[in-house]
């Protein structure tokens, strides 16, 4: 995907037209939010969980149960 710099002056001028002058740095900052929130959650799928494993239910099975 090789844009120059001509084509992202159009795309930024189509932008400009449909969200108008007022709403781009609202978008541009919710933009920046949902980036951040998407390395951060990559970053914790990525590292192994810390959590201990819940012990096995011992309950099911044994012989005290059934009297």
Same mark, same amino acid.
């Given at each position: 995907?090789?844009?120059?710099? $001509? =084509? ?5 001028? !189509?932008?400009?037209? !449909?969200? $108008?002058? /007022? ?13 951040? =929130?998407? =390395?951060? $959650?990559? !970053?914790?799928?990525? %590292? #192994?969980? %810390?959590? /201990? =494993? #819940?012990?096995?239910?011992? %309950? %099911? $099975? ?6």
């Amino acid at each position: 995907m090789n844009l120059g710099s $001509g =084509e992202l002056i159009i795309i930024l001028l !189509v932008v400009l037209l !449909v969200f $108008g002058g /007022a709403k781009l740095p609202q978008l541009a900052r919710s933009l920046g939010q949902a980036k951040v =929130e998407f =390395e951060k $959650g990559s !970053v914790e799928s990525d %590292t #192994p969980s %810390t959590r /201990a =494993e #819940p012990a096995p239910d011992r %309950t %099911t $099975g044994s012989d005290s149960d059934s009297a």
